[in-house]
């Protein structure tokens, strides 16, 4: 079955860096985009960055462009979030999830349960 | 910058009753873009609707989806235990873009 495991998450303080995780089973990873997605404690679904099946497309929210990096590694079935220059208002549940077949925007099918950043000096 | 609207904030209905989500969006949206989540306290969100009004896999049919260009509907026949919970409208199309949720509450 398709499972996404977060990793990575913690307390950080403001300026500093954090790299998440995101290990894939279940599915031939190197097919599918993937996202990332956020949600600030009490708040709603942000979406954060995608990358395409290949990682040759980026895409962002404005809220994060130019401070974080989406990557994937295939050979290890894995999703990353670089997240640099981070702020109070980074603080969330960062959830991977799964998106489009090849090269289409598909909605996200499968997620994972999640890992916290809480960003305080 | 296209914004989706949902509505109400929060309904609060009793099981067995019929509850109908809106969500619009400030510009024409593909149906083939656009999505309904359910997500519980605690845990990830959970993909209902796809294409407007495909139901996602394991998805019971008291869970239909409609619409089209800027009003979309999300419509949960008769309301289960279960099904008390925040609900999300997204468009996926170019850049994600998520509603800012319908909690629906027993009453």
């Known amino acids: 079955q398709v499972q996404l495991v977060e990793s990575g998450g913690g307390v950080v303080q403001p300026g500093r860096s954090l790299r998440l995780s995101c290990a894939a089973s279940?599915?031939?990873?190197?097919?599918?985009?993937m996202h990332w997605v956020r949600q600030a404690p009490g708040k709603g679904l942000e979406w954060v960055a995608a990358i395409w099946y290949d990682g040759n497309n980026k895409y962002y929210a404005d809220s994060v462009k130019g401070r974080f990096t989406i990557s994937r590694d295939n050979s290890k079935n894995t999703l990353y979030l670089q997240m640099n220059s981070l702020r109070a208002e980074d603080t969330a549940i960062y959830y991977c999830?799964?998106?489009?077949?090849?090269?289409?925007?598909?909605?996200?099918?499968?997620w994972g349960q999640g890992t916290l950043v809480a960003v305080s000096s | 910058e296209i914004v989706l609207t949902q509505s109400p904030g929060t309904l609060s209905l009793s099981p067995g009753e019929r509850a109908t989500l809106s969500c619009r969006a400030s510009?024409?949206?593909?149906?083939?873009?656009l999505a309904w989540y359910q997500q519980k306290p605690g845990q990830a969100p959970r993909l209902l609707i796809y294409g407007a009004s495909s139901r996602a896999t394991g998805i019971p049919d008291r869970f239909s989806g409609s619409g089209s260009g800027t009003d979309f509907t999300l419509t949960i026949s008769r309301l289960d235990p279960e099904d008390f919970a925040v609900y999300y409208c997204q468009q996926f199309g170019s850049t994600p873009l998520f509603g800012q949720g319908t909690k629906v509450e027993i009453k």
């Open positions: 279940g599915f031939t990873f190197s097919y599918y985009g």
């Open positions: 510009q024409s949206v593909s149906s083939t873009y």
């Open positions: 999830a799964r998106g489009g077949y090849y090269g289409d925007w598909g909605p996200h099918d499968y």
